[in-house]
């Protein structure tokens, strides 16, 4: 799970118990060398999709009860068995890194929200298995926290995405705010570009605090473990705004005061 693309997931978080530590690195292994498999190095589509098949078939040994062909799978063998993990996560999280390989753009929010549906709500849903917390409700919530964290990450890195060739802000908001991919190209951040970010950015924000109720719910450290990335994702959205937009010349990023400002919010959330 590669760090840029999952800032959130927290592999080495103080608030994470010893006792899971090494349930959630063989997770995080797992998810960062099928990410990497799908974005990095040289390697041609096809030979990238491959490889993410050779990790499917290795889930399939998983399921079957053979046995792992590899380290890397052998300590995800023992993780799942040991709390009892469901498989279509795993299987969710490479479907979208395949995504990632073939598809560049998105039509609509909603083939955007689906990519999230796969690409961020399995490390939620695999947290809360890890905590024996996987209620309905609590599913629900973090699926809108998880999926509003990856829509913050596409708002905060539009220029970063456009270096690899990706756009997703869906189109149908560009062209509905008059914005175009010679726009984002040449950085343009006008009114338009302005507007559809401010639209962008309240979207990400009420889904996030959608599912902000989960974090009130989960007792002690893993609660306050939410109420954290929360209130980061929260700042990032504020960060957006100070800049106006402009994400191109100004990424924004979190400071040490922030850090201070997002304790503080996350003692407040009752």
């Known amino acids: 799970m590669a760090v840029d693309h999952y800032e959130n997931f927290p592999v080495a978080s103080i608030l994470l118990p010893a006792r899971l530590r090494p349930a959630v690195e063989a997770i995080y292994a797992f998810a960062r060398s099928a990410d990497d498999l799908a974005?990095?190095?040289?390697?041609?589509?096809?030979?990238?999709?491959?490889?993410?098949?050779?990790?499917?078939?290795?889930?399939?040994?998983?399921?079957?009860?053979?046995p792992a062909d590899s380290p890397l799978f052998t300590a995800l063998t023992q993780v799942i068995a040991q709390y009892r993990l469901p498989l279509q996560p795993f299987r969710d999280l490479l479907s979208a890194f395949s995504q990632d390989v073939v598809t560049t753009r998105?039509?609509?929010?909603?083939s955007l929200l689906d990519y999230c549906r796969r690409s961020a709500n399995p490390v939620g849903t695999l947290m809360l298995h890890l905590y024996d917390a996987a209620s309905p409700q609590n599913l629900r919530d973090s699926d809108a926290i998880c999926s509003?964290?990856?829509?913050?990450?596409f708002w905060q890195d539009v220029a970063i995405d456009w270096q690899k060739q990706r756009i997703y802000v869906p189109q149908q908001d560009m062209r509905r705010y008059g914005v175009s991919e010679t726009d984002i190209a040449a950085a343009t951040s006008d009114h338009?570009?302005?507007?559809?970010?401010r639209f962008e950015v309240e979207r990400a924000r009420i889904l996030i605090e959608s599912g902000a109720p989960l974090a009130r719910r989960l007792p002690g450290r893993i609660g306050w473990e939410l109420r954290l990335v929360i209130q980061g994702g929260l700042r990032i959205l504020e960060r957006i705004e100070m800049v106006d937009y402009d994400v191109f010349r100004r990424r924004p990023q979190l400071h040490a005061n922030d850090w201070?400002?997002?304790?503080?919010?996350?003692t407040q959330m009752q």
């Not at 338009?192 to 970010?197: D, E, G, K």
């Not at 201070?260 to 919010?265: I, V």
């Open 192 to 197: 338009s570009w302005q507007a559809l970010m």
């Open 260 to 266: 201070l400002r997002m304790a503080w919010r996350a």
């Open 39 to 66: 974005d990095e190095g040289d390697a041609t589509p096809a030979g990238r999709l491959a490889a993410l098949d050779d990790y499917r078939l290795a889930l399939d040994r998983i399921e079957h009860g053979r």
């Open 148 to 153: 509003a964290l990856q829509l913050i990450n």
């Open 106 to 110: 998105y039509a609509d929010f909603t």
